[in-house]
């Protein structure tokens, strides 16, 4: 399983940083997609990386504010959150997908094998 950590309480213009640890399993071989669940909103897609080479990919509305990152030794991925803003308040999640896949990540998500339990961001003044 995935069991991430880091969400919280910020104010607009700030940052977080979001841990996806994997725990049971091994993450090789896995591209690790982030996702986030606003209220009354669908599940979207943020990001993704892929484990063979660490190329990303974003949704064309994160570039710029969402850097994703993984940790290959303590197998676990990040995602820095920048320059947050109110509208940016969900539960984000992470997923294990197999690489091979990692061309349509952002727009999947019953294929991925594994999830994270989630992590509440809020952002307000």
């Known amino acids: 399983r995935l069991v991430q950590s880091g969400g919280g309480s910020v104010q607009p213009g700030g940052s977080l940083r979001l841990a996806c640890a994997a725990s049971?399993?091994?993450?090789?071989?896995?591209?690790i997609g982030w996702f986030r669940q606003a209220p009354g909103k669908a599940r979207e897609g943020l990001a993704c990386?892929?484990?063979?080479?660490?190329?990303?990919t974003y949704a064309e509305s994160m570039k710029g504010r969402f850097v994703v990152s993984r940790d290959y030794d303590k197998q676990e991925s990040y995602l820095q959150l920048n320059y947050l803003k109110p509208e940016d308040t969900a539960m984000y999640y992470c997923?294990?997908?197999?690489?091979?896949?990692?061309?349509?990540?952002?727009?999947?998500?019953?294929?991925?094998?594994?999830w994270g339990q989630g992590a509440q961001v809020t952002v307000s003044s």
């Open positions: 990386i892929r484990s063979t080479d660490g190329r990303t």
């Open positions: 997923a294990a997908l197999e690489d091979y896949m990692f061309n349509l990540c952002i727009n999947l998500k019953g294929e991925y094998d594994y």
């Open positions: 049971g399993i091994t993450l090789v071989d896995y591209t």
